[in-house]
């Protein structure tokens, strides 16, 4: 029974994730695209570790249900650390707590980077790609000693796993040469061997294989990179270093005995380094809450999740806020205070990049929503959270055939299939918009008077500015407008600062 | 255990040998058989890939017969993907003629064959290689963009440029503006902008990158035009600014507060003014096919504020009009003549962008719109043509559609417009490619077949700038990329 006690930590890890993160990780597939497509597959396998990110945005899809993807994920896990035994053949299990540790933290530390990483399918990508590792090493191990069949097996592994996994083969190769070193003590044989793979491969794939992936990153290939304009954040890559680190320590030093002094203090350090750098930014988790409450048009939830709100909000909480008394008659504009707190990530986070496409189509502007939509789909890459904003743009805009497009790409996902059906009958049948609670308070906010203008990225006096203006918004609702612009008027300085 | 195997092995040959058959029974329909891309009735060069298309039609089974003459392609649906050997076949023998194409679906248990249409086969060939940018939709943004080649007797498509090569975490890189000497892919150039900007100039066989940004010149080139045989370039310099309508279909706009023109020696590395004219703004230039004319568009615009006023020209965009205008080129003492009209489009309250010459210097294709240069997110934007002979102007109703067409390049033989159109959804750009006969009518277009005659609607790139080329270009990214990381050759400015 005692063997069995490292992976039901595992299953303890399912219960934070799922009582305290639910609405991340709902946000994790929301800002993810799966297509059931052999284009989307293509897409993946232009670049270095393109089979990784497809698996990875595969199972991100399964966040829609929460408890689903995190099931998932501790499957996983438990899964990577029966494997770790097996192929390092580990004394002591509860050693590969520390890289499945590391890998809870490649998820939970994200914070507002949910928005801004480049790299599809990144929840579930050091997951697989270090299973994957762990997996080309058993298989080096398990070949018989004979016919040089190991290192035929290093030069496969290292070549196609390159191709396919990028880094993690290669942190694979470096692993074979260290059991080779190892158990010949000599860094001959099948350790040089592994070197020159490492070496080889990525320069091979940069001339004759891929078109895609500068030559600095070559090497790095299937990491993410936690750059944002032009500043490059190196703390975040820390879990993955870690993460590495503990598993060529498993290569190195397979023989560790299990302890019960060891154990605890395996588990001690685990539990405290997760509490210590898990992302528990309130105002972000209530950010994410509100987006999600304002997507299904739960306005009563999206106001109380503001209204409880422990420290000073971010601008975006108040926007939300606003949006949700905005649309509810704007009846009840006291017993909050505004705020303005910077969101707390290392770079300026605008609010078009996260919630600000959604709020923009609320108030009736959905040329700027589709903008947003399309320059962060471009930059940052597509997600389901895009293309059902780009559906309802196009149906508002009376762009049936647009619609349709991005309508067809959401019936190739797993979970949205439903909503993209019903807008699909709303653009067979437009009449059907007028009635659709989704539509039914942006309709009178639409304006026929074009303006040919730029937000320069300052979203929330945009808005106030548009709507003081809407022939369509009511008195009550121009009331907030110009309750909000005092607020602005009044802490200017403050607001510029941000 | 054996006989299990041959069974197998012989009702796998079986299956891999039947072909599809026409039903014997069938009811014969009136109606058009809904496919996609719309082939039906397009005139097609005889060098031209596949025709691939998909049927968007519930059935239980379909099949489908292309024939021509003697010869015929029977293919299962509802992807219809005939193999390119048998395709160049039935090409041959329908040259000059017609292939039939025929529609036979299986609806509720019964076989109708739906009205049949033509694809029509032109003896002009096309040249091989189309080149393009693919490029999101998008408005300031960019990350991923490639300059390909596509083989149109073929699906082959290889990337010559990739951006993502030069880029950085720290550093984008934008690529734009692809412009080959007379369809030559052996003398082209493109820009890059931002991280290692600049202009790269391929010819015969060397490669430069240029640094034409100068303290005389309002920009680095942008819109270039290669000479058809002098190693000049003609470029326009744009002081160029976006911004967003918020109700308009457009979305974007894409104005220049300032322009000019410019001629840059490829040899000396030299830039000169070519028309600097005081409230003009000049773009889009174009030579003629004996190099003796610069086509180029101008807007008149005169700013109520004593100066150049971005804010203002925003507010009023729409006032902006392009006309059509040349000026002879002496190539010898590589002069310019003064400029002349051309085209008036601002009096019929329209703008004129992108002249183009037929190679045999009797056409002259443009596109239309009610205002502004960057015609590609106009949804009014139309190709028109003028005879340079008689001076009729006409659009080119049967090419055009209700929604975008804009830049458009010409065959080396003058048979074939390839054109960039926003018909199917108004947002993602697709190439387009029209016949134009000798009085230079055009035949209804067809869209760039692809081996998955669906991809068009799936992929979320626009394709831009589509010109056509005799070859492909010999480049690889990597060239191309490590040529991009080196500095630019600084270019000296000759006043006139």
């Known amino acids: ?498 | 255990m054996k006989n299990v195997l041959y069974t197998l092995l012989a009702l796998g040959l079986l299956m891999a040998c039947s072909r599809p058959q026409i039903p014997d029974q069938y009811k014969e329909s009136q109606a058009e058989a809904p496919i996609y891309p719309d082939y039906q009735e397009v005139t097609i060069p005889v060098n031209m890939a596949p025709l691939n298309f998909e049927l968007l039609m519930q059935s239980d089974k379909s099949v489908i017969r292309l024939r021509a003459a003697n010869e015929e392609i029977i293919c299962e649906g509802p992807k219809v993907r005939p193999d390119i050997n048998d395709w160049k076949g039935l090409l041959e023998k329908a040259k000059g003629g017609a292939i039939t194409v025929e529609i036979f679906a299986s609806i509720k248990d019964q076989w109708v064959r739906f009205k049949p249409f033509n694809i029509y086969v032109s003896a002009d060939p096309i040249d091989p290689w189309l080149s393009y940018r693919l490029i999101s939709p998008s408005y300031v943004s960019y990350e991923e963009l490639t300059l390909n080649q596509r083989c149109l007797e073929n699906f082959d498509e290889q990337v010559f440029v990739d951006n993502m090569l030069c880029s950085t975490e720290s550093g984008g890189q934008c690529v734009n503006c692809h412009s080959y000497q007379q369809g030559n892919p052996n003398r082209m150039q493109f820009h890059a902008r931002q991280t290692h900007g600049g202009t790269l100039i391929a010819y015969d066989g060397t490669i430069e990158k240029i640094d034409m940004r100068h303290d005389s010149l309002l920009s680095a080139g942008v819109y270039p035009a290669w000479h058809p045989t002098e190693k000049l370039i003609a470029y326009s310099t744009n002081m160029t600014m976006q911004a967003f309508h918020t109700a308009a279909p457009e979305k974007i706009e894409v104005l220049d507060s300032e322009s000019d023109l410019i001629l840059y020696d490829v040899d000396k590395h030299e830039v000169t003014t070519i028309e600097q004219a005081p409230n003009e703004l000049e773009i889009f230039p174009a030579w003629s096919p004996d190099g003796k004319w610069l086509y180029f568009c101008s807007a008149h615009f005169v700013y109520q504020s004593d100066s150049v006023d971005r804010s203002e020209i925003t507010m009023r965009a729409n006032e902006v009009k392009y006309n059509i205008y040349r000026k002879s080129f002496d190539a010898k003492t590589r002069q310019f003549g003064k400029r002349e009209m051309v085209f008036c489009a601002d009096t019929l309250g329209q703008s004129a962008t992108f002249p183009r010459i037929s190679p045999d210097g009797r056409w002259l294709l443009f596109t239309l719109g009610h205002w502004g240069c960057f015609h590609i997110w106009h949804h009014d934007a139309d190709l028109w043509m003028k005879d340079l002979k008689t001076g009729n102007v006409f659009a080119m109703d049967e090419i055009n559609s209700d929604d975008t067409e804009s830049y458009h390049s010409w065959s080396s033989n003058g048979r074939w417009v390839v054109f960039s159109s926003r018909r199917y959804d108004g947002v993602f750009t697709r190439p387009f490619i029209a016949h134009i006969d000798a009085e230079g009518h055009g035949s209804k277009p067809f869209e760039l077949p692809a081996e998955n005659p669906d991809l068009h609607r799936q992929f979320l790139k626009s394709y831009n700038v589509p010109e056509l080329m005799k070859g492909p270009v010999e480049l690889t990214p990597q060239q191309v990329a490590s040529k991009l990381k080196d500095d630019g050759k600084p270019v000296t400015y000759k006043s006139k």
């Open chain 1, 1 to 498: 029974m005692k063997k069995w006690w490292p992976y039901l930590v595992i299953v303890l890890l399912w219960v934070p994730l799922v009582v305290f993160e639910s609405d991340y990780l709902y946000a994790l597939q929301d800002q993810n695209l799966f297509l059931h497509t052999p284009l989307f597959y293509e897409q993946q396998m232009v670049k270095a570790g393109g089979l990784l990110t497809w698996i990875g945005s595969y199972l991100t899809q399964y966040f829609y249900y929460p408890m689903l993807g995190a099931g998932i994920l501790c499957l996983l896990w438990a899964f990577f650390m029966w494997l770790c035994k097996r192929t390092f053949q580990l004394a002591n299990t509860w050693i590969a707590l520390i890289p499945v540790a590391c890998m809870v933290l490649t998820i939970v530390t994200l914070g507002y980077w949910v928005y801004y990483l480049k790299m599809p399918g990144h929840p579930f990508c050091a997951t697989i790609g270090s299973i994957v590792t762990v997996a080309l090493v058993w298989g080096y191990r398990a070949l018989p000693r004979r016919h040089h069949l190991p290192s035929v097996y290093i030069v496969f592994a290292a070549g196609l796993g390159y191709m396919a996994f990028g880094f993690y083969a290669l942190l694979a190769t470096a692993l074979m040469g260290v059991i080779s070193w190892r158990e010949n003590k000599s860094f001959l044989g099948d350790f040089f061997l592994a070197l020159t793979q490492i070496i080889f491969w990525p320069v091979f794939g940069y001339f004759r294989v891929f078109h895609e992936t500068n030559i600095v990153n070559i090497y790095w290939a299937g990491l993410p990179v936690f750059a944002h304009q032009g500043e490059r954040f190196f703390a975040y890559n820390m879990p993955y270093v870690f993460l590495f680190a503990s598993m060529v320590l498993m290569a190195m030093k397979p023989s560790i005995k299990s302890r019960k002094w060891l154990n605890i203090t395996i588990v001690a350090v685990v539990a405290i380094g997760l509490l210590k750098f898990w992302n528990k930014d309130d105002n972000l988790h209530r950010e994410l809450s509100m987006t999600r409450s304002i997507e299904t048009g739960q306005w009563d939830k999206a106001l109380k999740t503001a209204k409880n709100v422990k420290n000073e909000p971010t601008r975006l909480i108040c926007m939300m806020r606003n949006l949700a008394l905005f649309v509810q008659g704007a009846k009840t504009t006291n017993g909050y205070r505004d705020g303005a707190k910077r969101p707390a990530a290392p770079f300026t986070i605008h609010t078009v990049h996260t919630a600000g496409k959604l709020l923009y189509l609320q108030y009736g502007i959905p040329n700027y929503c589709y903008r947003w939509c399309m320059e962060d789909g471009v930059e940052y890459g597509w997600s389901i959270e895009k293309l059902k904003l780009m559906t309802m743009c196009s149906i508002l805009n009376g762009e049936e055939v647009a619609a349709q497009r991005y309508v067809n790409l959401l019936k190739k996902t797993d979970f949205h299939k439903k909503w993209a059906m019903r807008m699909e009958a709303m653009i067979k049948a437009p009449q059907l918009v007028m009635q659709a609670p989704e539509f039914k308070h942006i309709l009178p906010l639409l304006r026929d008077d074009n303006f040919l203008t730029a937000d320069q990225s300052q979203q929330e006096l945009f808005l106030i500015e548009h709507i003081m203006s809407t022939p369509g918004a009511t008195l009550e609702q121009r009331r907030l407008a110009d309750f909000t612009m005092s607020y602005y008027r009044n802490n200017r300085q403050k607001l510029v600062e941000q």
